[in-house]
């Protein structure tokens, strides 16, 4: 939802078609001789580490909660599940709807700026999280960390992805994509390790000083680089429209629980998140710099890839707050255990991701995407026919989240690299925008499916509850696989998709 590289625009639609696959003899010719790897200069890794680094800071943020949510709420009297959940939901929510004007306004007053300002402003809500007075509070300053974060998003990449060789490129792109959400994976682990010696402010308010140290560290590896000229009025119509859908989808999904799913209160909010999409969409197409640039999915690779990651997006961010529900109440794990427990994802797709984004760069990347995706699927269904009220951490649940992490890594970071082929250099960031939309969209969607699907969290009678969501989740990360073996082809090489 945002663009994210300096680039020189042209009208969305004049982007050509280019679906076509090459011929037999350029496709034996492609895939015998590969050039040989280019080499990245030092500025450029220091440059990816600072980038990387924000967007840890960002994907810890989205998951570090969420091993306290029992203590947030008895934080705040009166509060109920559903009133925290909002503050979990809202950070997904704010974070897709803004992700794409963030990245234009980027384009527009620079990248660095907007990275920089994104850090000032992701410290501020921070202390505002850690020192807010009442839920509402809360959840408006987590929507605020969430505008934070979309500005730190796009811009971070846009700044680092000029500097890599083309031939290395799927290593950058694939080392940044995974940033993220390892972050989110490692956050409940890191978060228990605070909770165990202090109160659930302080996992938001160690956020604070890592973005002012962040800052400091971009002010003096970073450049800016020079924005494009002639640029059309800013999309404020898509803008709105698309904040609607997803909000008005999440609203329906987690309130319809309480409202009645029949009611005529959740089909008029429905109604209104249908309505806006459809604005949405007929905007987009119309507009001549669209917030998204859907014409790009006119390209076999973009749209299979962003397809595919919106579907396994459902699960990817969302599956991190089911855990830790899951050992803390069922199992009665301690907040501590519960940490260590999951941090054996983020271990295992931290391995996988830094083995196969080099891999890719020499062998590419859909073969191991689709095995990637498929572990994740057979992960997802070890737990849903393994966890029961018996506590057996060893054989009922660590392989499970292990094969998730390592099948995540062997695939989700390389999608977005899948998609950058079938482009131009002038719509990296458009397509990255693209890309990271729909991931926290799709977040934002798998986030109220748990809090509207996972009614009851704790006892032997909530594994229905678990059973359903893990269920839920089963056929979503199931549709990402299959999507995944949509036929895409090779992608054109530079010099024919700018023909």
Not at 386 to 400: H, M, T
Request: proline share 5%; charged share 10%.
């Amino acid at each position: 939802m945002r663009r994210q590289i300096p680039v020189v625009l042209s009208k969305v639609s004049d982007i050509p078609l280019a679906e076509e696959s090459p011929t037999v003899s350029d496709t034996r010719a492609q895939s015998s001789i590969r050039a040989p790897l280019e080499p990245v200069s030092p500025r450029a890794w220091r440059a990816l580490s600072v980038a990387s680094l924000a967007t840890v800071l960002v994907g810890f943020n989205s998951t570090a909660t969420n091993i306290a949510l029992d203590d947030i709420q008895a934080g705040f009297i009166g509060a109920t599940a559903a009133d925290i959940g909002w503050g979990v939901a809202g950070f997904f929510i704010g974070t897709a709807a803004f992700l794409p004007l963030a990245g234009r306004l980027a384009d527009r007053i620079g990248r660095k700026r907007i990275f920089q300002l994104g850090l000032l402003a992701f410290a501020l809500s921070a202390i505002f999280s850690a020192t807010a007075g009442t839920v509402i509070t809360l959840n408006l300053s987590r929507v605020l960390q969430a505008f934070a974060g979309a500005a730190i998003l796009p811009a971070s990449l846009a700044l680092v992805l000029p500097l890599f060789p083309e031939s290395r490129r799927t290593t950058a792109v694939g080392l940044w994509s995974a940033a993220g959400p390892l972050g989110a994976g490692v956050a409940p682990g890191v978060a228990a390790l605070i909770l165990a010696n202090a109160g659930w402010r302080i996992v938001y308010l160690v956020s604070a000083p890592v973005a002012l140290l962040m800052f400091w560290a971009g002010q003096r590896l970073l450049k800016e680089l020079p924005t494009p000229p002639d640029q059309q009025k800013l999309d404020l119509v898509g803008a709105a429209a698309g904040t609607l859908a997803i909000g008005a989808a999440v609203t329906a999904i987690m309130q319809g629980r309480i409202w009645g799913y029949t009611s005529a209160l959740t089909a008029l909010v429905a109604a209104v998140g249908v309505l806006s999409f459809v604005v949405f969409i007929s905007n987009s197409f119309r507009h001549p710099e669209p917030l998204l640039n859907l014409h790009l999915l006119r390209r076999r690779g973009v749209m299979v890839a962003n397809l595919v990651n919106f579907l396994v997006g459902i699960t990817s961010q969302s599956i991190w707050i089911v855990w830790p529900l899951f050992m803390k109440n069922v199992w009665n794990f301690s907040t501590l255990e519960v940490g260590m427990g999951v941090t054996l994802g983020p271990i295992a797709a931290g391995f996988s991701t830094l083995t196969f984004s080099r891999l890719a760069d020499r062998i590419g990347s859909v073969g191991l995407c689709r095995l990637g995706t498929a572990l994740q699927v057979v992960a997802v269904a070890w737990h849903f026919t393994q966890l029961d009220a018996e506590v057996n951490f060893w054989s009922a649940f660590a392989p499970g989240i292990m094969l998730y992490g390592f099948g995540w890594g062997m695939s989700i970071p390389l999608l977005n690299g899948v998609a950058l082929e079938w482009v131009e250099e002038k719509y990296y960031g458009e397509t990255n925008g693209l890309f990271s939309t729909l991931r926290y969209a799709a977040a934002a969607i798998g986030t109220a499916a748990v809090f509207a699907l996972l009614t009851v969290t704790s006892g032997v009678e909530a594994l229905p509850y678990y059973d359903q969501i893990l269920g839920f989740f089963l056929v979503a990360s199931t549709s990402g696989a299959l999507a995944m073996w949509i036929k895409i082809g090779k992608a054109p090489g530079r010099e024919r998709l700018a023909n």
